[in-house]
């Protein structure tokens, strides 16, 4: 019965999207080896890396030498949710900061992804004078954990939230937070899990997730099969137009080669419960591109409204998922809008 239920799963989720040809693109570091040197997150600590996070840095262009860059793993605290007890993670995170910051931005990868495939708008928020902070999310990327799969949504709202317990009081304010996808759902997360204590200027949601793509199918999936430990391999979707970006995409070590049923699981399982969420007061840009394939942007973006009382709303033409790693002008066209909301949460910051 079992693989039974595993093959049909991986039948539909090959079916949501199609395989995309990848060439050999050279791995010119070792992700054992960057695990192994990784220390404990510190602030006030001098940031001379091994060779092996060097190679880290260089491959996915997160060498910057002319900010100070930290790097390491900060733990996000085991915690309770109704009757489940979460595990304590370590995860991994970066900080860059340039002389004399206007605000932060912390930046909260996808579904499968990490700190890395934000490259771009890390540098976009360097270059217009914010302090940088990413995570990797529970089970992504460097972070500890299931491999891709969560028990619950909270976790990824807790992932912020411990890491700004730790290191919030040593970011300038304004503090702007930016996710992708599923890192749109864990700042969602964050801000009802610490919606007494809030302290959050401004949010920026870029193709993020309600509901994905085939949900009546998947939904079903999730609600029969959320017990089962499969999971299916990941299906390389057409993801971005930039195909020299996706070539080193779909062969890049970090990212997640399948995806667990459980994970789907507790996704229907947060989509019941953010109906109930509260109305956010924070404002929300959202960016949303009109080709893309991963999520239902149709039903995504009525639903954001109805959780926040003031939304921008960026409808793109020829935007796929991975909005910020899109060919030329839709990239540049994105990281405009991204860029015109620094400035303006930095400039409203100047007035408090």
Not at 21 to 41: K, Y
Not at 43 to 59: G, K, N
Not at 65 to 82: D, K, N, Q
């Amino acid at each position: 019965m079992k693989w039974k239920a595993c093959f049909l799963v991986s039948l539909l989720l090959s079916a949501v999207a199609p395989m995309a040809n990848a060439n050999s693109v050279p791995i010119t570091f070792s992700p054992e080896s960057v695990r192994a040197a990784m220390r404990p997150l510190d602030l006030d600590s001098e940031t001379d890396y091994p060779r092996p996070i060097q190679d880290y840095f260089s491959y996915y262009g997160l060498d910057t030498p002319s900010v100070v860059h930290w790097f390491g793993t900060y733990r996000s605290e085991s915690c309770t949710l109704g009757t489940h007890k979460f595990r304590a993670d370590n995860l991994a995170a970066h900080v860059f900061r340039p002389a004399n910051p206007r605000g932060t931005l912390l930046v909260i990868h996808g579904y499968l992804d990490h700190a890395g495939i934000m490259k771009n708008v890390i540098h976009l928020g360097l270059d217009s004078g914010f302090t940088v902070a990413a995570i990797d999310l529970p089970g992504h990327g460097l972070s500890s954990g299931p491999r891709s799969s969560i028990q619950d949504f909270s976790q990824y709202g807790y992932a912020i939230g411990h890491f700004l317990d730790q290191y919030g009081k040593s970011l300038p304010r304004p503090l702007i937070l930016v996710g992708h996808s599923t890192g749109c759902s864990a700042i969602i997360e964050y801000l009802n899990i610490y919606k007494k204590d809030l302290n959050v200027d401004r949010v920026i949601l870029c193709a993020p997730l309600v509901h994905p793509i085939s949900w009546a199918g998947l939904r079903i999936l999730g609600i029969l099969l959320g017990w089962s430990p499969c999971a299916w391999p990941r299906c390389h979707a057409i993801l971005s137009s930039d195909t020299a970006w996706q070539r080193k995409y779909y062969q890049d070590p970090l990212e997640g080669k399948t995806a667990p049923v459980r994970w789907l699981s507790a996704m229907v399982t947060w989509n019941k419960r953010l109906e109930h969420y509260p109305l956010f007061h924070t404002p929300v840009c959202v960016i949303q591109g009109k080709k893309d394939s991963a999520v239902d942007w149709r039903y995504n973006l009525p639903a954001l409204k109805r959780r926040f009382n003031s939304v921008t709303i960026h409808l793109i033409d020829n935007g796929g998922h991975q909005l910020m790693n899109e060919s030329e002008p839709v990239k540049s066209l994105v990281l405009g809008y991204i860029g015109a909301e620094l400035s303006a949460g930095a400039k409203a910051g100047t007035g408090k």
